[in-house]
């Protein structure tokens, strides 16, 4: 008989073995799984599993005076941040401006642009950079039958321009009799009107922006006003000026 057990010992053990695994396979499957608790913190805000119980318990301690400095700090310094970049074509702030810009108010129908222009020399001696302040308005947004699309069908609003180079002036240089000119070569105020259309990017395709803006704009200069009004022969085409842009909604 021990001869018979050395002699198949390899059998034995090959089952004991399959005995453990089976073993060991069984207590796993009814033991219960231990493992942390996920947290994911997004912009200051904590996400915590879904309790077992329906009761939450809520502290009754007040956030402090020091607290609710803070929470104000973060939110005026919050409010600096871009929601938006604008690129656009013409509009008498050079061929191609390009800058960013706040969406506020109720229903984001207001927004401040900051916008940096590229003028190409043309017949001057070099290319110039002008800067623009943008204010525009858009009192609605109409989405188009219950998609990702929407149509405003007004937008207006002003904007201040100014060119940089020394060749340019606010005020009249002394070589001019007084009033010889009347107005500034270096700042321009302008007003517009236009329309925009808006596609809404689905939340799985989002990137970079969460939406993208194609717009058109007319719009005009008070210098250009002023001379539609005094030489009667201009014609629209001559104190008008027709501008693209697409804007694309980073917030």
Same mark, same amino acid.
Request: hydrophobic share 35%; proline share 5%.
């Given at each position: 008989? %021990?001869?018979?057990?050395? +002699?198949?010992?390899?059998? /034995?053990? *090959?089952?004991?073995?399959? &005995?453990?695994?089976?073993?060991?396979?069984?207590?796993?499957?009814?033991?219960?799984?231990?493992?942390?608790?996920?947290?994911?913190?997004?912009?200051?805000?904590?996400?915590?599993?879904?309790?077992?119980?329906?009761?939450?318990?809520?502290?009754?301690?007040?956030?402090?005076?020091?607290?609710?400095?803070?929470?104000?700090?973060?939110?005026?310094?919050?409010?600096?941040?871009?929601?938006?970049?604008?690129?656009?074509?013409?509009?008498?702030?050079?061929?191609?401006?390009?800058?960013?810009?706040?969406?506020?108010?109720?229903?984001?129908?207001?927004?401040?642009?900051?916008?940096?222009?590229?003028?190409? %020399?043309?017949?001057?001696? +070099?290319?110039?950079?002008? /800067?623009? *302040?943008?204010?525009?308005? &858009?009192?609605?947004?109409?989405?188009?039958?219950?998609?990702?699309?929407?149509?405003?069908?007004?937008?207006?609003?002003?904007?201040?321009?100014?060119?940089?180079?020394?060749?340019?002036?606010?005020?009249?240089?002394?070589?001019?009799?007084?009033?010889?000119?009347?107005?500034?070569?270096?700042?321009?105020?302008?007003?517009?009107?236009?329309?925009?259309?808006?596609?809404?990017?689905?939340?799985?395709?989002?990137?970079?922006?969460?939406?993208?803006?194609?717009?058109?704009?007319?719009?005009?200069?008070?210098?250009?006003?002023?001379?539609?009004?005094?030489?009667?022969?201009?014609?629209?085409?001559?104190?008008?000026?027709?501008?693209?842009?697409?804007?694309?909604?980073?917030?």
């Amino acid at each position: 008989m %021990k001869w018979s057990i050395i +002699k198949y010992r390899n059998y /034995f053990a *090959i089952a004991l073995c399959l &005995i453990a695994i089976c073993h060991t396979g069984t207590a796993t499957a009814f033991t219960p799984a231990l493992q942390d608790t996920t947290v994911i913190t997004i912009h200051d805000t904590l996400y915590l599993p879904s309790p077992e119980t329906e009761s939450i318990a809520v502290s009754p301690v007040k956030p402090s005076r020091y607290d609710r400095r803070v929470h104000r700090y973060r939110r005026h310094w919050e409010a600096l941040i871009p929601t938006h970049t604008k690129l656009q074509f013409a509009g008498n702030m050079g061929l191609l401006s390009i800058g960013t810009g706040w969406d506020y108010g109720r229903r984001n129908q207001w927004e401040t642009d900051l916008l940096f222009g590229f003028l190409p %020399k043309y017949d001057s001696d +070099k290319a110039k950079l002008t /800067f623009t *302040i943008k204010q525009n308005y &858009i009192p609605w947004s109409l989405q188009i039958r219950q998609s990702d699309f929407s149509f405003e069908p007004l937008s207006c609003g002003l904007y201040l321009n100014t060119v940089f180079g020394d060749e340019f002036w606010v005020h009249e240089p002394d070589r001019y009799p007084q009033g010889y000119y009347g107005f500034s070569s270096k700042v321009r105020f302008h007003i517009f009107a236009g329309q925009r259309f808006t596609y809404n990017i689905p939340s799985r395709f989002r990137v970079t922006a969460r939406a993208i803006t194609l717009f058109y704009e007319l719009s005009t200069s008070d210098l250009y006003v002023v001379s539609a009004f005094t030489n009667r022969y201009l014609k629209p085409k001559d104190y008008l000026s027709l501008s693209f842009g697409i804007k694309l909604q980073l917030l």
